[in-house]
């Protein structure tokens, strides 16, 4: 049967922790619900080789292993999943209607739980060389650089993350920042600061990305002296922030100036029926419990939603 006319109670956008966390409950409630994922089921945590902040894991636990169960969870429950992205949503009176290029699902409730995407640094060589030695997560390239040069670009907790991850791999790792301070955690910044391997490089920005077939060296400029350099490394990964993922719901839904949607106490956004869970919503503290605990109040009042 075609998919393009499938009817469920609940569509769920975006496979990360909020989407995976709202299908266990929808599910577990019988709606049926369908989680629409572009990429990879687990969404951004996938990146974290050790979450160590989320309850129940006292030696931390992968964020692929985390995901994993949380996915298997949730279609133990019955929850289906389709690998697809999401380009618009209609709504028509109660019925809202989400589109994919595979095809149109007819749903009594939405949540949107598309979290966020990495910001690009939009130097020359950026575009030319992505999948040649331009990365956005360690976890998924790491292993091709392995005894080799790398830089990660950026100075927050992601970056500091994917250079501890490269430790794995690569046998030297620049970390490129462009202020004097790092924002990670101070735990990240002291296990990155003890690894004889990490060499920081303050008050310093990428200019550009050079290479033949891949990446062989980047250009760099210290803000301060203005002083450049060319770095011979053979991977870049960049990790300088993110954005919300809503450019197909401008002009459905009230969004905030970062992008992110707004929603109220119930999590539901100005249209009734649609609910929004995750680093996607406006205010969120961006953690993988906080969206987890945001997918199942999405879950419950969608729940409700539908039976009113
Ligand atoms: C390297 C790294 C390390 C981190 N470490 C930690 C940590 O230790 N502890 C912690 O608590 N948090 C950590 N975080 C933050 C954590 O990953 C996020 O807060 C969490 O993943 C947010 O979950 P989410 O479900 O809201 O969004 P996401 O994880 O971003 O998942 C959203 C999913 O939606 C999909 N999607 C988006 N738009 C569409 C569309 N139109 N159609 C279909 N699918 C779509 C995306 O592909 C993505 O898979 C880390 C993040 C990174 C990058």
Request: glycine letters at 12%.
């Amino acid at each position: 049967m075609s998919k393009s006319l499938k009817k469920y109670d609940v569509v769920i956008i975006g496979g990360g922790p909020a989407g995976l966390s709202a299908g266990i409950y929808t599910s577990r409630a019988r709606l049926s619900s369908l989680l629409i994922e572009k990429g990879a089921v687990g969404g951004q945590i996938i990146n974290a080789e050790k979450v160590e902040n989320f309850p129940g894991f006292a030696d931390g636990i992968s964020g692929i292993d985390l995901t994993t169960a949380m996915h298997r969870q949730a279609t133990n429950f019955g929850l289906e999943t389709l690998s697809d992205e999401v380009t618009g949503i209609e709504v028509k009176g109660k019925e809202k209607v989400v589109k994919t290029p595979q095809g149109h699902f007819i749903t009594k409730a939405i949540i949107i739980a598309g979290g966020s995407e990495r910001q690009k640094l939009g130097v020359p060589g950026e575009k030319e060389y992505t999948g040649k030695g331009v990365s956005y997560c360690a976890t998924c390239d790491g292993a091709f650089f392995r005894d080799k040069s790398v830089a990660v670009v950026g100075g927050g907790n992601s970056a500091v993350t994917e250079a501890l991850e490269l430790t794995r791999f690569a046998s030297k790792i620049f970390l490129i920042h462009r202020r004097h301070e790092l924002r990670a955690t101070k735990i990240l910044q002291e296990k990155l600061l003890a690894d004889a391997r990490i060499e920081v490089l303050w008050d310093t920005v990428v200019e550009e990305i050079l290479g033949d077939t891949f990446v062989n060296q980047i250009g760099v400029k210290n803000v301060k002296t203005d002083k450049k350099a060319l770095l011979d490394v053979a991977g870049v990964f960049v990790s300088v922030g993110s954005q919300p993922a809503t450019g197909y719901l401008k002009g459905l839904l009230d969004l905030d100036a970062a992008g992110a949607v707004i929603a109220g106490d119930k999590l539901e956004t100005g249209v009734p029926g649609i609910f929004a869970a995750g680093d996607i919503r406006s205010g969120s503290i961006r953690q993988v419990i906080a969206a987890a605990g945001d997918g199942a109040i999405a879950a419950v009042n969608a729940g409700k939603y539908i039976a009113e």
